[in-house]
Each structure stands twice: as C-alpha cells, then as structure tokens.
C-alpha cells in the first residue's frame, strides 16, 4: 500500500530545485491562460498540490500565478474548483487582497474559511452565506443550498459570535421548516421501465421507512425514497446539526427576553395575513400521527420555542422508527447513531426545559427496557444512563436498574470493545460528581472498570489517570491495592477468558495451553473468578496467590499483558497519593503491612516486580515520614522482614528502605511507646543480618548487595546505637573489624573496588562519629525541629523587614 | 464536527525514525486556531502554518502508536492484499479511538477515530461529545471510497497524485466537516455524483 514509489514522490516534491520549479511554475501560468480544461492542466495541478503539500514550509507562488488561480474558484468545471482551492489552500493568503468570489461554491467557501484573518472576516463569510438561504425562487436561479448549513455549523463551533441575532431567528425558522414540513414524496427515479413505459410520468410515490413499508408521518433521515427533493437533503442537513444547534444557543433566552416577546407579537400580527409564502409551517400537510396529535400548540412560541418543540418532535419519531428492522445493514447501524443522537438532543432538550422531562421520560425508560437485553445496543444505552443521570431526580425514577446494567454488566462483558471502553470511561470522567450524589456505591464497581484497562492499557491509561483518584476510598482501598498489583493476572485472565469462549474445548494446538487448562479446570476456578468479580467487598485478595502466579506464569510474555504491567506503577503512585488524604493510621500501617506482604507476592515478569519494588521503597518511606509513629506501632513486622536475611539478596530495594525506616524513625522522638528493650531487639536482629551479609559470599543465584544496603545497615546501627550508648561499642567493634578485613584485599560479598572504598568509608565516618556519644546523637538522631526550621520564617525576625520598619519609622515625616 | 481528516502511514518507513509516520494527505476544516484563540497571535502566517502540519504530525504519530500497541496485543499477522479484495480488508481492519488531551497536541481536548487497513490508516479527529457512532460509521464509508478510488491496494500512489479525488469525496460525504446521517439511498446518490467526478 505503501510504496517506494510513494516515498520518492515526497522526495522529489520536496528536493526539486529552485530554477525547474520556476519553469513549472510559467508553464502552467499559460496552461491557465489557455482556459481550457486540459488533461495536462489538471495533472500539474496536482503535481503543484503536492509540492505544496509535501513541505512543512510554505512557499509563495509568484503573484501572476496566484492571480490566475483565483478565477478558478468560481469555474464551471468543478476539478478546476477543487484543484483551486487545495493548491491556495495550502499557500499563505496574499496580503490585503480582496478576495471576491461571486458565487460561493463549496470549495470557494472551505478556502475562505480557512484563510479568514479575523473574526471580522468570519462574520462577513458566515453573512453571505446566509444571505444566499434567503433568495427566493423568483429572484432568479438559486446556487445549490446543500453545503450552506455544514458551513454554517463549521462558524457556529469556533466562532457562534459571528452569527447576529437577526441571523438566529432566520436559521431557525429555516431549521423548523426543513425539520418537520420537508415533502413526503418521492422524487421518480430514472425510470428503469422499458420500451413500453413511456413517457408517461409516473405518479410521485409517498416516502418509504427503512424496513420497506410507506412512511406515516413526516419526513426524517430515516425516510428512504427513489430520489430526494432539495427540502429533503435540508432535513438531513438540518438534523445533522441539530444537536449543535440546541448546546449553541441553550440558555441564551436572557437577552433574547425580549426578543423572543417581540417575536410573539410579530407573530401574532404575522397570523391576521393569510398563508405567506415563507413560512409553510401554516400549511401543514403532512398526515398526523401520534406523535403530531400529541404536541402542544406551537401557535405563539417564539422561533427558538418552536424548533425546540420540533426538534422534540423529530427525536421522538425518530426513537419509534428505530423499532423496525431495516433492511440494510449500513442502515442499522445508523439506527443505533440516530437513537445515540436523539436521546443526547432530548437530554439538552429537557436541561433547558424542565417541564419537558415528564413527556421525555415514559419514551426514554421504554427503551431502556427495549434494548437492555441486547448488548449490541450498549453504546446507545450509555446515553440513556446519562438521561436518567441528569433527569432522573427531577423525575423521581428510580434508577437502580440503570447503575446494576451499566456498571455491573457492560464493563464484565464487552471489555475488549474499544469504543465501548472510551464512552463509558467518558461518561465516568464526565460524571463523577453526578455520580457521587446519585449513585455514590459506584465506586464498589472498580474491580469491573479496571478491566477495561487491563485489555488495553494503552488507549485506557489516561483516563484511569482521571479517575483512579475517584475510585479510592477508605473502605475499599486495602482490595484496590492488590487489584492494582494483580492487574497484569487480570489481564491474563481476561485473554484467557476470551479464548476458552471462542476455541472448542479440545483444541491442541492453540498457544497458551498450560494456562488455558487450568482456566477451564475446576479446581482453580474460584481463583480466576475472584480476580473476574464485579464488585468490591468479598475480601481483599486470595490466599492461593502463589498458585494463581504460578499458573500465569506464561503470559508474562503476552503483550497485553506487558503494556498492562508497564502501567501498574504509575496507578500506584496517583493510588499512594490519594490515599494519603484519606487514610487514617490504622489503614496506612495495613498498607505497609500489604506492601511487605506482596513484594514476595507478584506476576513473576522480568522489569515487573523491579519497578514494584522501586514504587513500595519511595512510598514507605513517604508514609513513614508523615506518620512516623507508624514504624513503632509495626515494629514488628518490619523487624521480621529486617531480620530475613533472605530479603537482602531478593528483594533488595525494599529493604533498604525498610531498614532506613526503621533507623530513622524507631526513637523516642518519633513515638513515646518506643523502650530501649525494642531498640535493642531491633539493634540485635539488624546486627545478625550485617555480620551475615559481610561474612560470606552471597547464595547461589543471587548478586553481590548494592553497597547501599550496608551502608544503610550500619548507619541504622549507628543511629541505634546513638540512641542507646550501650550499643555503641558493639558498633565500634564491628566497624573497626571491617576495616581491618577489608584491608586484607578482596573479600566474597562485595565484587567492585570502588563499592569497597564506599563502604570503608562509611564505616569509619561512623566510627568517628561514635567515639562522642553526645555529638553522635545529634547527628544521628536530630530534635525533630532541626528537620522542620521555623525560625527562619517568622517574618518578625526578618532582616530585610526590620531594616525596612526602622528606615520607615526613620525617614517619616 | 470533524477537526481534520488524514490518511497516513503505520508501518515502519526507512526514512523515518520509529514511530513516525508519513503524511499522505491531510484536510483541517477549521480556520486556523491562531485566529480564534488568543495563543499564537504573535506568530507569522507563516510560523502558524508549521504549527499546524506540526500539530497533525503528532496526531499521526500519536494513532500510530496506537495502532501498533492493539496490533501487537491482539497478535495479529498481516497478510498482504491485493486490489479487489477492499471489502474483505475493511472487514478485518483494525479500528479504535484515542483521546487527544487538552494541550496535546490541539488547545481542546479532541478524539481520534481511526481505522487501520495494513500499513495505513484514515483517522477523523473529532470533538470530544460527537456521536462516536457516527464517526464511526462515516469513517468506513470515506475509508472504503478511499481504497477502492485511490486503488490504494496497489502501489498507493495515487493518493499523493489525485489528492483532488479525495477533497470531492469529503465535500460530498463530509461537507465542512460536518458528519451526516445518511441512509443508504443518501449515501448512494452522493456516491454516483462522486463516481460522476472521478470518471472525468
């Protein structure tokens, strides 16, 4: 598809030099003048688009050359007219040119739009445009209307100032018409009869729905029809903008207060003429249906009012129509973006009008029960969810159903849709504060929205950034912990899932066998189907974790389930940020509880549990530092993980850490209930590890430990021991034997030189420290208030301030 | 509303470094941001149309990515096509949505909407609340126009040469950018006038 043809295309459209382009450029000045649509015009069109196009850098077309371009844009041959307006398009706009274009023609208007200067320039285009609605056919030949309301819709999203309220009111007496009063019959089709039909003109046939039987009511994109009167291809137009149209000018009716009362009495007088021509809403032909009969009066509403009311109108018909199948598949699918649209119209439609929520409701929760059972429909439902969102207090529906379906159902099911996945973590995004008051139990449901991420992590990531914050509370966070640590299991699980459902029980030659087996057998099933619930609440994470890993253990080299591992730290650190601002003590000292607990316990994959390690060491800390009691209330634990020597080698990082903790936090500073006897222990235990460690090679398997582990263990020794002067010739002892080892040349636990030296150093940087006990303290173990220093903020004490208040009192008057 | 249209590449181009893709035809239907927004007005004319292309290089880039990432979880081999074979491709195309954050690359937030055949993809980026489905749906149709037009199966070169083809397909089936709801019959009479222009 793509092709080195291609490639030096660019190139040579990029690279072509200065003297061929200006022999290019003559040679189509006189193409030009030639006035003909030739082949070889055309085709150095396209060659001058390219070359235009394929620089990031503009160039400037010689004026002469421009100046024959812009004729073009009005030309009858409509290849000159795109052509045109690509290759000035892609040019910077001459300035101080006035651009007229007699007739505004589709393409005509797209450069112009895209070569507006100003604002200024956008009113005057959108103007013209506009003005061109209001020819009448008598006037003489009307341009074609079909790209005017797209263009004007284009103004409206970047620029809606631009539209006067003369303008307003025009357009949406326009939209009304076009909506509700387009022609219900068909335009004859070339007649496809043969040598007998005839001249005869057939008799215009009224318009079909899409499942073949003849239409009832009035006129809607859902009306199919041989060929389509120019009103008809408005009603497309103007439904295609519609929605935009309503959000635009919603609750704009303040200053048009008295416009809208002006317009009731220009309306009123309007009624004592007879039919006008301009406004065929007087005439009003069409057959009425259930829908018509049941609409108010819209006799003296204003043109806003009224294409409310219609637009009310045409969503309702449109919902009915939805209820027949279409013949066509393309046809369907637009059933499902129709019904998308209505229901979001109506929602806008009743957040402007309240009192519209009682006709608008009965419609909404009938479909709801039509579709729920069918997930095809989901991403129409989504809107429906967000109807009874915003309206279902006012209509006090209950809407427990709506949560079960939505937050229970779609996520557990069609996870592995994209565009499923990005409406619905939209419509959480959006929502979040709805949600919280309507229905705050949804928070429960994150086991069920962490799936979407599990799939695709990548398209997911962002969101869950916005919403991780959310989803953490006090009550649930311990499970939101090891759910976030299991993730890369969850996707796994879900692979897994998907594969067992779609590949027959006895197929051998699928990838993946090993996991798939133990996915289907029984014996495991209450593992996978812990990490598959919906809800929160059923425990925070299983006891057979090991075995689940283990039997996962070949998915560590799934893709998707690599992108799903290398987000996990991220979560972690928005998690750990969040739930600092809710968590009392007691949760936080279960969550480094937890912490310790799963640095053994992960997916086995290669950067995986590395990067987990990386992101507990900087929270532990991080959490001790803002609760340092929290070190002596979990003395314990901690003491038990510090005194596995074990974890120097497997899990490096983190006890570090944890041994730093535990050094800088276990004094009486930090926490009264801390005695000499657990600074001993805790002295004890560190001390046996040490001696371990700097005694023999490391197991086999293993790496020498990082010089930051021993350095930290003997600095935590040092501060013990500062804090107990009994401990402190232990220390000594111990320190001044390293150096003499050391000094003997190599040694077993340490592999590098310059780690050696590091160490040494530390060691008698330590020593020296403890030969003053009183000094050692200090350093080691500092008053909480040298960590915090206040004085140098008090303002009062502040030397710039006192000069300036005696300079003041000085120098006054 | 639709921001812009493009058709770019996902497959690795020497040329290129990795990640990067080439532009192969791109259409913005908004006026220039610079006009709107107060960022950027200290900018030449010609300083903002770099911005621009700059801009849409990123979203391609971004969706390539984004491609690459499902194409990998999902494993799935690419078998070479050839021309005729438009409806069986579009069928097993890959599809999906990427958010654009506010700042990244447009001043508003904006969705990606894209559709992966082989080593293009036709991405429309739309405004955040746009009917997706919609999107979606108008997406295949241009997609399919595309490749069968612009016998994109084959050597490809044509969408660099016939850009034209392209502008008249969108003025029709995406007039200023705006999406349309369009029945079949709709649709067919746009695509016999569009069939009408490309038969010249």
């Excluded at chain 1, 057979?544 to 996962?552: A, G």
Aim: charged share 20%.
């Amino acid at each position: 598809m793509y092709s080195h043809g291609s490639e030096s295309l660019i190139r040579q459209a990029r690279e072509i030099q200065d003297s061929e382009l200006q022999k290019f450029y003559s040679r189509l000045v006189k193409l030009l003048q030639f006035k003909e649509v030739s082949h070889e015009l055309v085709d150095s069109l396209h060659r001058l688009y390219l070359i235009l196009f394929a620089n990031k850098y503009s160039r400037t077309l010689p004026s002469e050359l421009q100046q024959n371009l812009v004729p073009l844009l009005s030309s009858p041959s409509e290849q000159l007219q795109v052509l045109s307006s690509a290759v000035l398009r892609e040019t910077l706009p001459p300035c101080g040119e006035e651009k007229n274009i007699a007739q505004l023609n589709s393409h005509a208007a797209a450069l112009l739009l895209s070569q507006a200067g100003s604002k200024d320039d956008l009113s005057d285009l959108c103007a013209q445009i506009i003005r061109s609605l209001e020819i009448r056919p008598s006037d003489g030949p009307t341009p074609s209307l079909m790209h005017t309301l797209p263009f004007v819709n284009s103004i409206l999203t970047h620029c809606p100032e631009c539209l006067t309220a003369d303008h307003v009111i025009l357009l949406s007496k326009k939209l009304v018409d076009w909506l509700r009063y387009a022609s219900i019959m068909q335009v004859g089709g070339a007649s496809s009869g043969g040598f007998f039909s005839g001249s005869r003109s057939r008799q215009p046939a009224p318009i079909a729905e899409l499942d073949g039987t003849v239409s009832g009511d009035f006129f809607t994109v859902l009306c199919v029809g041989q060929g389509f009167t120019e009103d008809q291809w408005m009603n497309v137009y103007s439904f295609s903008m519609l929605r935009h149209w309503l959000l635009t000018y919603r609750g704009v009716s303040n200053d048009s207060m008295v416009v809208d009362a002006a317009n009731r009495l220009q309306l009123s007088l309007s009624f004592s003429h007879s039919l006008s021509n301009d406004d065929r809403s007087e005439v009003d032909g069409s057959v009425v249906s259930m829908v018509s009969a049941t609409s108010s009066s819209s006799r003296l509403l204003s043109p806003k009012e009224r294409l409310r009311e219609k637009a009310f109108q045409y969503c309702l018909r449109l919902i009915e129509q939805c209820d027949r199948k279409a013949l066509k598949k393309t046809d369907t699918d637009l059933q499902k973006a129709c019904l998308v649209e209505a229901v979001c119209i109506l929602d806008v439609l009743c957040a402007e009008d309240p009192s519209l929520v009682y006709r608008v409701f009965p419609c909404i929760k009938a479909l709801f029960g039509r579709l729920s059972s069918d997930l095809s429909f989901a991403r129409v439902l989504l809107p429906a969810a967000q109807f009874y969102l915003n309206h279902g207090e006012m209509a006090a529906v209950d809407c427990e159903s709506v949560w079960k379906l939505v937050f229970s159902q779609f996520p557990a099911e069609l996870f592995n849709d994209p565009f499923l996945a990005h409406d619905f973590l939209r419509f959480l995004r959006l929502n979040l504060e709805g949600l919280q008051r309507a229905a705050p139990h949804f928070t429960r449901y994150f086991p069920n929205f962490l799936k979407f991420l599990a799939w695709d992590s990548p398209a997911t990531l962002e969101d869950f950034v916005d919403l991780l914050p959310s989803l953490v509370t006090a009550g649930s966070a311990v499970e939101l912990l090891h759910t976030l640590l299991d993730l890369p299991c969850l996707s796994a699980t879900l692979v897994l899932q998907l594969r067992s459902t779609s590949l027959p029980i006895s197929d051998s030659g699928s990838r993946g066998l090993l996991s798939l087996d133990a996915f289907r057998n029984p014996t495991f099933r209450g593992l996978f189907l812990f990490l598959l619930r919906t809800e929160a609440g059923s425990g925070d994470t299983i006891e057979r974790l090991s075995t689940l890993h283990s039997l996962l253990a070949e998915s560590a080299e799934w893709p998707r389930v690599v992108h799903c591992a290398q987000t996990v730290p991220v979560l972690l650190h928005i998690y750990f940020n969040t739930v600092i601002t809710v968590a009392d003590e007691k949760l936080l000292a279960h969550l480094i509880l937890a912490m310790l607990e799963r640095s053994n316990l992960l997916l086995n994959m290669p950067t995986y549990c590395k990067e987990i390690h990386r992101v507990f060491s900087s929270q532990l800390v991080r959490l001790c530092k803002l609760h340092p009691s929290l070190v002596v209330d979990q003395s314990q634990e901690l003491l038990e993980f510090a005194g596995t020597t074990a974890n120097v080698y497997s899990k490096e990082e983190v006890y570090t850490h944890v041994v730093w903790v535990l050094g800088e936090y276990l004094s009486l500073s930090s926490d009264s209930r801390c005695s000499v006897r657990l600074i001993t222990s805790c002295f004890e235990s560190l001390e046996a590890v040490l001696f371990e460690v700097t005694s023999s090679a490391p197991p086999p398997g293993s790496v020498c430990p990082a010089p930051k582990v021993i350095t930290t263990l003997m600095s935590a020794l040092a501060k013990l021991a500062s804090r107990s002067h009994d401990l402190i010739p232990r220390v000594s002892l111990f320190l001044s034997k390293l150096r003499n080892v050391t000094k003997g040349g190599s040694v077993p636990w340490c592999s590098d030189e310059e780690d050696m030296v590091a160490i040494v150093t530390r060691g008698e940087e330590l020593w020296s420290l403890l030969k003053t006990p009183g000094v050692a303290q200090s350093v080691l173990t500092p008053p909480p208030y040298v960590n915090a220093p206040r004085w140098h903020r008090d303002a009062n004490l502040a030397l710039p301030l006192q000069l300036r208040a005696l300079t003041a009192l000085t120098h006054s008057p | 509303m639709v921001r812009c249209f493009l058709i770019h590449t996902v497959c690795p181009i020497s040329a290129l470094s990795a990640g990067e893709s080439r532009l192969l035809y791109s259409r913005t239907f908004s006026p220039d941001e610079a006009v709107l927004t107060e960022q950027h007005r200290e900018l030449s004319p010609e300083e903002r149309r770099l911005l621009r292309k700059e801009k849409l290089a990123v979203v391609a880039r971004q969706v390539h990515s984004a491609v690459s990432l499902t194409r990998e979880a999902a494993g799935r081999v690419l078998v070479e096509a050839v021309p005729g074979e438009e409806a069986l491709v579009l069928q097993e195309a890959d599809g999906g949505v990427t958010r654009l954050r506010a700042g990244d690359p447009f001043c508003e937030e904006a969705s990606a909407v894209w559709l992966a055949v082989h080593s293009l993809a036709f991405t429309l980026v739309c405004e955040p609340h746009e009917n997706l489905l919609l999107a979606e749906g108008s997406l295949r149709s241009l997609s399919r126009h595309c490749l069968e037009d612009l016998h994109l199966l084959g050597q490809g070169s044509e969408v660099l040469l016939k850009s034209s083809r392209v502008d008249v397909l969108l003025s029709r089936l995406l007039p200023h950018g705006q999406l349309l709801f369009l029945n079949h019959r709709f649709a067919q009479s746009l695509e016999k006038e569009v069939a009408g222009y490309m038969s010249k």
